[in-house]
């Protein structure tokens, strides 16, 4: 029974060691970075990273193009010392 507990607590510290360091790895990086999680995960939540990769592809083109239109769309600054 000791056993077969301490052998359950062993994996389920594994597993959690496996999601602090992918919480690490998406903390390091930074907010305009796209690219697909390449980091192993659990089975668990594989399907989530999946999911997160997918919408990252979706997000990249649409923050280019709004990016695109903003800068387009910019008014000038205007500068105080141009009337002078």
Request: net charge positive.
């Amino acid at each position: 029974m000791i056993v077969s507990g301490l052998i359950f607590w062993l994996g389920l510290a594994w597993e959690l060691l496996s999601l602090s360091s992918l919480d690490q790895a998406l903390n390091c990086r930074s907010l305009k970075y796209l690219r697909p999680i390449l980091h192993k995960v659990p089975y668990q939540v594989s399907n989530l990273v999946g999911v997160i990769n997918q919408l990252m592809e979706l997000l990249g083109p649409l923050i280019n193009a709004i990016t695109r239109f903003a800068v387009k769309t910019e008014p000038p600054i205007a500068n105080p010392f141009s009337s002078y």
